[in-house]
């Protein structure tokens, strides 16, 4: 650890260059440099510079292949981005912490004792120490710290805020307490542990696993209790495209009854055939039963269940695509699984207010923007919030100036997908990732 003016002197001399622009990319580090230079400062502000600190990282995620598959015990593929959420942190010897998130209130909360608090249950304070309770749970060692945050992540945008939070705070724990010997897949599920048991959101394990551990990730969920991971070492970029992220800016009030409906209508269709999930009906036999399914549950579950089949296979195909250096044929399968979100699976726009379809539109402008220059598609849970495309980077202006058109100056965001998922920054100051 370093004291906070020994930090700074290492930033503006460019010894972190390197580390940071692996997590950020060249175009970025000037920004990104600026934004530790402050949350220095803004640590000093609020705790004092007299504590040698620590700097952390933690990417948000971006879901490419597998949608709505994870419920379903199939498989998906994520990606670590370039947004991120940071912290300067201290260690306490008390128990204590005491964390400060940049635009929040100051949050203080002993972590003698770990078990579940019921008020804090939806609160940030949940988390906390629900990611300390699963550090100790799987005899790891977890203690106090002080610590500024500040995250680019941005909350229902289908990046994982969250899941982000959940990592730094492992990081931090895994950093202060256990010689940063806790890998990024445990670390992943006590974040979900801790948002399951202790913050009560029922959330699957992708969006931990992905903030986690790092680039691109394919995630078998077969068996939830231990998924298998492999690991896609694969930047867009080399492949002449960019990834964009687009805020629609729909709302996503009153939309709980959608997403509920797809899981419990793929459940449904399992169902017919004894099953829990859909992972565990073979397509044949889901083909052969579809007037069972049809009566039992309705139309839209059947095309609901149709996609998870293909689409449990399609991740596991781009994934393959994108092992081989085939880019050409990861943006065909990637055509055919945004096909199937809007035709099949029905989670571009609900059918409550088909007078508002903001995800729709932004798809059809795609489209005609970029013809045969990339190709985008739903992001995430759908029905509101954001798009997702890979463009030619020859094509990128026009396609950021029509998205910026439709839905605002700076709706338009381009992220690399970054090799890491958490990371302290001193420890990788020392070594390649």
Not at 27 to 50: H, P
Request: net charge negative.
């Amino acid at each position: 650890m370093k004291q906070i003016d020994a930090w700074k002197k290492l930033i503006l001399a460019g010894e972190t260059d390197g580390v940071l622009t692996k997590l950020y990319t060249a175009e970025g580090i000037s920004a990104e440099k600026e934004r530790y230079l402050t949350a220095l400062d803004r640590f000093s502000e609020v705790f004092g510079a007299e504590e040698p600190v620590q700097l952390f990282s933690a990417s948000g995620r971006t879901e490419i292949g597998g949608n709505h598959t994870d419920h379903q015990h199939g498989n998906v593929l994520a990606a670590s981005i370039t947004t991120d959420a940071i912290a300067v942190a201290a260690k306490r010897e008390d128990g204590t912490v005491r964390l400060l998130s940049e635009g929040y209130p100051m949050i203080e909360l002993s972590l003698t004792d770990l078990e579940k608090v019921r008020e804090e249950e939806g609160k940030t304070d949940a988390l906390i120490r629900g990611v300390a309770a699963g550090f100790v749970n799987a005899g790891h060692n977890a203690g106090g710290f002080d610590a500024y945050v500040t995250s680019n992540v941005l909350g229902g945008s289908g990046l994982s805020s969250s899941a982000a939070f959940e990592t730094l705070i492992g990081n931090i724990l895994s950093g202060f307490y256990n010689d940063m010997a806790v890998d990024a897949v445990e670390i992943a599920k006590i974040g979900q542990y801790a948002e399951n048991v202790y913050f009560g959101k029922p959330c699957g394990l992708m969006d931990q696993m992905a903030c986690s551990v790092g680039a691109l990730c394919q995630i078998d969920f077969r068996n939830p209790a231990d998924p298998q991971v492999r690991r896609v070492d694969f930047d867009p970029r080399d492949a002449g495209y960019l990834l964009c992220i687009t805020d629609t800016k729909g709302s996503h009030a009153d939309l709980t009854p959608d997403y509920a409906a797809v899981p419990a209508e793929m459940k449904a269709a399992a169902a017919v055939f004894g099953k829990t999930v859909l992972r565990d009906v073979p397509k044949e036999e889901l083909l052969a039963g579809i007037n069972r399914i049809r009566e039992a549950c309705g139309d839209r579950a059947v095309l609901r269940a149709i996609h998870f089949v293909e689409e449990n296979e399609r991740a596991v195909a781009e994934a393959d695509a994108l092992s081989n250096g085939d880019f050409a044929a990861f943006l065909q399968i990637f055509r055919a699984s945004a096909k199937s979100s809007f035709c099949y699976l029905q989670n571009v726009y609900t059918n409550s207010d088909v007078a508002h379809q903001n995800v729709s539109i932004g798809l059809a402008v795609s489209e005609m923007v970029l013809v045969e220059d990339g190709a985008a598609r739903v992001h995430g849970g759908g029905f509101a919030g954001t798009i997702q495309a890979f463009v030619k980077t020859e094509a990128l202006e026009r396609y950021k100036e029509a998205m910026d058109a439709l839905f605002g100056e700076g709706s338009c965001r381009v992220m690399g997908i970054r090799p890491c998922g958490g990371v302290c920054i001193e420890s990788e100051m020392s070594h390649d990732f």
